[in-house]
């Protein structure tokens, strides 16, 4: 059992930058594939980037490369998510989540059922 706590989130201008953390529980942590999706209200959760569980790789939405950067400190049970140059467009409820090492799959890393365990969200707003 993985339970997931995400921080960070606020009000920030465009240009602006902000550092999502997502603190894990449970001694398995760090074996699991970490990710951050996020959602815009009545829309569909999308993918934003995933890392695997030694930190080595890490995967991208084609519109979040070269401007967020996902890390992990396994010793910290904390995974995060460095966004800069945002945008308004950017806004939306961002949620981090903890998958199976075999999701790690090109047709798999990128769905949101791919995914376990999922936090409670945090509200990133960029404001123009």
């Known amino acids: 059992q993985v339970q997931l706590v995400e921080s960070g989130g606020g009000l920030v201008q465009t240009g602006g930058s902000l550092r999502l953390s997502c603190a894990a529980s449970?001694?398995?942590?760090?074996?699991?594939?970490m990710a951050w999706f996020r959602q815009v209200r009545g829309k569909e959760r999308e993918f934003v980037g995933a890392i695997t569980w030694s930190g080595g790789s890490t995967d991208y939405a084609d519109s979040v490369k070269g401007r967020f950067t996902i890390s992990r400190d396994n010793a910290k049970n904390t995974v995060y998510l460095q966004m800069d140059s945002l945008k308004p467009e950017h806004t939306a409820v961002y949620y981090c989540a903890a998958g199976e090492a075999g999701v790690w799959l090109p047709y798999l890393v990128r769905k949101s059922t791919s995914y376990k365990y999922w936090g409670q969200g945090t509200q990133v707003t960029v404001s123009s």
């Open positions: 449970g001694r398995t942590f760090s074996s699991y594939v």
